[in-house]
C-alpha cells in the first residue's frame, strides 16, 4: 500500500487522546501509507493542543488548517471548506474523524461529499438531547460513515435504531483508554501536586466546559457550590478557556480553590488519578475516572456514556449546581464501595482491533 494515504482530521482536545493511538496502529500495519493528521485548528492555545502533539506523540500535522474560534456554522463551514481541499489533493483512501466536535463532523461531511470513505471513531454514543452541538455532530457523522467503530454496546442499539447496518459496526473498545494505559507510567514522575501545592489523595478535581453549564446562569450557582465545598474538601479546578472567557475578569478566591488555567495531558492525569473525586461534565473524564477507579460526580441532564454509570465509578447529579453540596457524602458512600469491573475492551487495544478492521477492509476493496 505504498501510493496509499490515510487522513485523521482532529482540531480539539480530546481528539488527540483518542487519535494518538489510532495513528500509531495503523503506522504499524501500513508503514509504507502515507499518514496524513490534518489539524483543523479548532483548539489552538499551547496547553489546549500543542502540548497533546508532543505528549502523545502524535506525528506533526501535515496540514495546519488554522480554522480557530467561531459560531457553530462558521466554525464548521471553515473547517469544511479547509479540509476539502486537502483531500482533493491527497486522495487518501479512508478519513478517520474522532468524537463529536465541529471538526469532526465537518472531516466527516468534507469525505463523504468526495466518495471518501469515512470512519468514525467513538460512534453510536447518544445523549438523545438535540440542544447539545455534540448530539448533532454524532448523529449526522455516524450517518456518512462507512465503518463505526464504538467502544461500548450500547452504542450497536442506538445505532440500530438509526438504521444503520450492523455490518458496518464494529465494537474495538475505547481508544481514549488506550492512551491513557500508554501514559500512565509517566504520570509517576509529574510533580503536579508539588507545583499546584496540593496533596495528592486529598482533593476534588473538577472540569466543566460544557455551553448548558457555563454559557449561563448556572455557572455562577457552580463556582459558589465549589467554593463552598473547598470549605471541606480542597477543590483543584484546571479551566477551560471557554469557562475562563464566560467567568470574564473576577476568578473566584476562596480558601481551599485552586484554580488555572488547562494543563497538559500527563499532568493532568496525574491529578485524576490522585484525585479523591472528581466533579466534572466533560465525555472524556468520565470514562477516564471510571478506568481509574476514581469516583466521579457528573453535572449533566442527559448523559451519552451510561456504561460508565452502569460499569464504573460515574454518578449523575443532573444540570444542577447544587448537587454538588451532596459531594462529601455521596463521596463517603462511593469509598465504601467495590471497583466495579472495566467495560468490554477499554483495555488498551482498541486501536488495534480498529486498525485490523480497516486494514482488512481496505485490502478487500483494493483488491475487488
Ligand atoms: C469543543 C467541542 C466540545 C468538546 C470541547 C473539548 C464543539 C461544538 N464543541 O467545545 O464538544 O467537549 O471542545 O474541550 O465542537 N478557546 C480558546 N482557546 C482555544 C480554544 C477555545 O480561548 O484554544 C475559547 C474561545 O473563546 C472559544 C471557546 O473557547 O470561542 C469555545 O471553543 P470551541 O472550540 O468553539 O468549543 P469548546 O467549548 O472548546
Ligand atoms: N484534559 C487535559 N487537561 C485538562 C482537562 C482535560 O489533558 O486540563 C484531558 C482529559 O484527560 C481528557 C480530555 O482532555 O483526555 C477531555 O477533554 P474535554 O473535557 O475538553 O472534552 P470532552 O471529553 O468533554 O469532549
Not at 466527516?108 to 468514525?120: E, R, W
Not at 464504573?312 to 454538588?324: S, V, Y
Request: glycine share 8%; aromatic share 4%.
Amino acid at each position: 500500500m505504498a501510493d496509499v494515504a490515510i487522513a485523521y482530521v482532529v482540531g480539539a482536545r480530546p481528539n488527540f487522546v483518542k487519535t494518538a493511538p489510532v495513528v500509531r496502529a495503523l503506522r504499524h500495519r501500513l508503514p509504507d501509507a502515507r499518514h496524513l493528521v490534518i489539524n483543523t485548528g479548532q483548539h489552538y492555545d499551547p496547553e489546549m493542543a500543542e502540548i497533546f502533539f508532543e505528549e502523545l506523540e502524535l506525528p506533526a500535522p501535515a496540514y495546519e488548517l488554522g480554522v480557530g474560534s467561531g459560531a457553530h456554522g462558521a466554525q464548521t463551514a471553515k473547517a469544511l471548506e479547509r479540509i476539502e481541499e486537502v483531500l482533493l489533493a491527497e486522495r487518501p483512501a479512508a478519513v478517520l474523524v474522532p468524537g463529536d466536535v465541529n471538526s469532526t463532523l465537518a472531516g466527516a461531511l468534507a469525505a463523504a461529499k468526495l466518495g471518501i470513505p469515512v470512519g468514525h471513531i467513538e460512534s453510536g454514543l447518544r445523549s438523545f438531547d438535540r440542544t447539545m452541538p455534540e448530539e448533532i455532530n454524532r448523529l449526522l457523522t455516524d450517518q456518512l460513515s462507512e465503518w463505526l467503530f464504538t467502544h461500548s454496546p450500547e452504542a450497536l442499539v442506538n445505532l440500530e435504531r438509526e438504521g444503520i447496518p450492523a455490518g458496518r459496526v464494529h465494537l474495538v473498545g475505547n481508544t481514549m483508554i488506550d492512551t491513557l494505559h500508554a501514559i500512565r507510567p509517566r504520570v509517576e514522575h509529574s510533580d503536579v501536586h508539588a507545583r499546584l501545592g496540593v496533596e495528592p489523595g486529598s482533593y476534588c478535581l473538577v472540569t466543566l466546559h460544557r455551553p448548558a453549564l457555563v454559557d449561563g446562569p448556572l455557572l455562577p450557582r457552580a463556582l459558589a457550590a465549589l467554593e463552598r465545598l473547598a470549605a471541606t474538601l480542597p477543590v483543584v479546578f484546571p479551566m477551560h478557556p471557554r469557562t475562563r472567557a464566560r467567568l470574564g475578569a473576577a476568578l473566584p478566591t476562596a480558601p481551599g480553590l485552586t484554580i488555572t488555567g488547562p494543563i497538559g495531558y500527563v499532568d493532568f492525569l496525574a491529578l485524576e488519578l490522585r484525585a479523591r473525586c472528581v466533579v466534572t461534565d466533560s465525555g472524556g473524564v468520565q470514562e477516564e475516572t471510571t478506568s481509574l477507579g476514581v469516583p466521579c460526580f457528573t453535572l449533566r441532564a442527559n448523559p451519552e456514556r451510561p456504561v460508565t454509570i452502569t460499569q464504573g465509578t460515574n454518578r449523575l447529579l443532573g444540570l444542577a449546581p447544587e448537587e454538588i453540596d451532596r459531594v462529601p457524602a455521596l463521596l463517603a458512600e462511593a469509598e465504601g464501595r467495590p471497583a466495579p469491573p472495566q467495560p468490554e475492551g477499554w483495555d488498551g487495544h482498541a486501536a488495534e482491533r480498529l486498525a485490523d478492521v480497516l486494514v482488512r477492509d481496505l485490502a478487500r476493496r483494493a483488491g475487488a
